[in-house]
């Protein structure tokens, strides 16, 4: 017997309109379909396209070695790990990386995670609870900020890199476990932020400090072991209140992350991490190209030195841009290169009118970035050349000569 009541409204009727209000916005994101053609080339749905969009910093993303070193573990190990890292999914492979990756970033232990997001979202529910507190950058990438809302500690939030206001926000916390939380290197902005001072202040308020390195491991500090060995604190100077996390998918060009530090307190997350114990592991072919990265990472001082000449090049050739645009290029010695544009339309505007150049460059917008600083993402490589860089700044000049406006007015 069939009704004839006429169906209620859902909720999930409202989606479609929805995504026409974020499309309306210019918020609605879109996939693009990408192979690799060669350096810093991509074909892009199908479209040659030069890519200042990739964080394979050092250009070790198809690199044969790495190809060869998975090859060879898919006839050792086979593809997947079969279960989680406290079953049976701990390979060999695994147990070396994780070695190894202790004695490249020269930290006591480290624990490889099949992704970066996992590895802090779990993390950090694991270092602190609830009746604890939690002292956050205001520029925090969005895992760390997630592992802090699922950590269910008391969230401060502090102005970025304002370290006199985490100081005041330190002093006045009566919480016993205090966790202080941020980026190494700001994904959008690429700043770097201060650790040894960040270290000081952890040290005089009896906080532990996680370090998200994501965009520093590979290219900062000697043989280019990360943002804290720039800092002078690993080794020797290595500090049991530090927890240093990096990811694998970037600079050492193949996948995952591992966090590293104090044997006690590495041996304290394996426990407690969820994303860990109730994950499958990352597979052994994977640890296997990663073992080979770690050895051309510490060798690739020439792919750093290449790389810091293009951020140089790039640098002085936006120094001319005209100020009556508002276009600006934040302060970074880094990979990362960001030309705050202003609006979500102009920096879209923008990025459409390098790509109908051939030039792939992100437009980085809200809720990413601050409203108002929508941007272009400019992200540097070792693969690419001279040549690219500078027909990458003929077209931003290009497109400047062009616009007789500001953009941050539209």
């Known amino acids: ?43 892009v749905d199908g479209q040659p396209m030069l890519a200042f969009c990739s964080n394979d910093y050092l250009g070790l993303a198809s690199h044969p070695a790495l190809a060869e070193a998975a090859r060879e573990a898919t006839h050792h190990f086979g593809l997947g790990s079969g279960g989680s890292p406290l079953v049976s999914g701990h390979s060999a492979a695994n147990e070396a990386l994780e070695h190894e990756l202790a004695a490249y970033v020269q930290l006591p232990r480290a624990l490889y995670f099949y992704a970066g997001y996992a590895t802090n979202t779990g993390i950090i529910p694991a270092l602190v609870g609830d009746g604890d507190a939690l002292f956050s950058d205001a520029l925090n990438h969005a895992c760390l900020i997630d592992g802090a809302r699922l950590s269910r500690a008391t969230i401060h939030r502090y102005p970025h890199a304002d370290l006199a206001s985490l100081e005041a926000q330190l002093a006045a916390s009566p919480a016993r476990r205090k966790l202080v939380i941020s980026d190494a290197v700001f994904s959008m902005d690429g700043d770097l932020i201060n650790i040894p001072a960040l270290l000081a202040l952890c040290e005089r308020y009896d906080a532990l400090l996680l370090l998200d390195d994501a965009h520093g491991f590979g290219v900062l500090g000697p043989q280019g072991r990360g943002s804290l060995a720039h800092a ?17 998918g970037k600079a050492a060009g193949v996948a995952g992350a591992f966090v590293a530090g104090d044997t006690a307190l590495i041996e304290w997350l394996l426990q407690k991490t969820r994303t860990y114990i109730f994950a499958t592991a990352a597979p052994p072919l994977l640890a296997s190209a990663l073992r080979q990265s770690l050895q051309l990472m510490a060798a690739a001082d020439v792919r750093r030195a290449h790389l810091a000449s293009l951020i140089t090049q790039l640098r002085t050739g936006l120094t001319d841009l005209p100020e009556a645009l508002g276009w600006h290029l934040l302060p970074s010695h880094t990979p990362v290169q960001a030309l705050v544009i202003g609006s979500n339309d102009a920096a879209l505007a923008v990025m459409e009118g390098l790509r109908a150049q051939g030039l792939w460059v992100p437009a980085i917008r809200p809720p990413t970035v601050p409203a108002g600083t929508a941007r272009l993402r400019i992200a540097l490589s070792a693969a690419h050349t001279t040549e690219d860089v500078a027909q990458l700044l003929a077209a931003l000049h290009a497109l400047a000569a062009q616009l007789s406006v500001p953009l941050v007015s539209r």
């Not at 009541?5 to 693009?32: G, K, M, N």
């Not at 002078?232 to 694998?248: D, F, K």
Request: net charge positive.
């Open 1 to 43: 017997m069939t009704s004839s009541t006429a169906p209620q409204p859902s909720w999930l009727d409202e989606i479609p309109a929805r995504l026409a209000d974020l499309d309306r916005a210019h918020l609605l994101r879109r996939r693009r379909v990408v192979e690799p053609a060669g350096g810093a080339h991509l074909r």
């Open 232 to 248: 002078g604190l690993t080794g020797p100077n290595a500090s049991r209140r530090v927890l240093y996390m990096a990811t694998l």
